[in-house]
């Protein structure tokens, strides 16, 4: 594991078996750490060729069960994001613990699938044979 980022609100790593871009997300956010997140973002997707890794061969993992609810204007934020790294990996999955904070994403987000837990989501991550 290759860690990326270490922010109060989020965390960050890249990891292998399969190349996974794997980062929680903690308590309420302002649009500057949503420019810091999406920085890291970036910052993990550029280290990936170094690895061996041509972008878009890995999956994501957003771990938001340390994460708030958050404003409209901070999902949109987050939105945006998201669907560029749609773009850039293969699948996407966010694991969470909050009913009220999975029906707001679900509506900002509607297109990244959620689970329960995170060996759920690993196993969907793996689901394409390529991991």
Do not use: C, K, Y
Not at 34 to 40: E, I, N, Y
Not at 60 to 84: H, K, N
Not at 113 to 131: N, T
């Amino acid at each position: 594991m290759m860690r990326i980022a270490d922010d109060p609100a989020f965390r960050g790593a890249i990891t292998s078996a399969p190349w996974m871009l794997d980062f929680a997300l903690f308590g309420h956010w302002d649009l500057g750490t949503v420019q810091r997140f999406g920085a890291a973002l970036r910052d993990a997707v550029a280290r990936l060729p170094s690895l061996g890794v041509r972008p878009g061969e890995q999956v994501a993992l957003f771990d938001i069960t340390g994460f708030a609810v958050q404003s409209p204007e901070i999902l949109a934020a987050i939105g945006e994001i998201a669907d560029r790294s749609r773009t850039t990996s293969r699948r996407i999955a966010l694991v969470r613990n909050s009913a009220l904070l999975s029906m707001q994403v679900r509506r900002a987000l509607p297109h990244l699938p959620m689970f329960d837990s995170r060996e759920e989501a690993l196993v969907w991550l793996r689901e394409d044979g390529r991991a």
